[in-house]
Nanobody, 115 residues
């Protein structure tokens, strides 16, 4: 399993970013995919999930209304559109998947939001 995130950047408060996660090494269409993040000095925090097959999406409260998770099964890619970013959104963002009862995540992509 390999997951590679990209799209992180330094942005100002109120701006938008779109993160991508390219997956390989497993049958992408069969697995729910999720975004998690870790801010400096804090624990890992779930952000959003997009289900396999149904494309149903789920969000942590802070992401509702501002973030949108999606997937393109033809490209084995998951996305996270983040709008109206706030300084508390500064974190390393990871995509994650659970395959055969093991959790996998990529190296992450850094998002820094300045006020």
């Amino acid at each position: 399993v390999q997951l590679v995130e990209s799209g992180g950047d330094l942005v100002q408060s109120g701006e938008s970013l779109k993160l991508s996660c390219v997956a390989s090494g497993f049958t992408f269409t069969e697995y729910n995919m999720r975004w998690v993040r870790q801010a400096p000095g804090k624990e890992l925090e779930w952000v959003a999930t997009v289900d396999a097959g149904t494309y149903k999406t789920f969000y942590e409260d802070f992401a509702k209304g501002r973030f949108a998770v999606s997937r393109d099964d033809a490209k084995n890619t998951m996305y996270l559109q983040m709008n109206n970013l706030k300084p508390e959104g500064t974190a390393k963002y990871y995509c994650a998947v659970r395959v055969n009862d093991r959790g996998f995540w990529g190296p992450g992509t850094q998002v820094t939001v300045s006020s």
